[in-house]
């Protein structure tokens, strides 16, 4: 089994940053894609960012397209997402989420893997 522990989230005012951090442990070797999913109350699940296992590939969903950026540390066996300019449209529980393969799907039902999450709140 995998096991993914989100960290980094917190209060922030609008147009700042924050960093979040996804250490997996376990059967590490079986993951493949990462991503960042988030939930804002009262919404669905939606994607936000994936990475593919070399950290050579990466999408984003067009909310965050230039205001995020997704990478990894294999040694570490890390994923991480950089948020800057945050909107108070940025709030949410921001999910974690690991695949079997390397398909970067945006679709979370493809995704093998979840973090508990850990929660985003942007003041305007």
């Known amino acids: 089994q995998v096991q993914l522990v989100e960290s980094g989230g917190g209060l922030v005012q609008a147009g700042g940053s924050l960093r979040l951090s996804c250490a997996a442990s376990?059967?590490?070797?079986?993951?493949?894609?990462m991503a960042w999913f988030r939930q804002a109350p009262g919404k669905e699940r939606e994607f936000v960012a994936s990475?593919?296992?070399?950290?050579?590939?990466?999408d984003y969903a067009d909310s965050v397209k230039g205001r995020f950026t997704i990478s990894r540390d294999l040694a570490k066996n890390t994923v991480y997402l950089q948020m800057n300019s945050l909107k108070p449209e940025d709030t949410a529980d921001y999910y974690c989420?690991?695949?079997?393969?390397?398909?970067?799907?945006?679709?979370?039902?493809?995704?093998?893997?979840w973090g508990q999450g850990t929660q985003v709140t942007v003041s305007s």
């Open positions: 376990g059967r590490t070797f079986g993951i493949y894609a």
């Open positions: 989420a690991a695949d079997r393969i390397d398909n970067m799907d945006s679709d979370s039902h493809k995704y093998n893997y």
């Open positions: 990475i593919s296992r070399s950290g050579g590939n990466t």
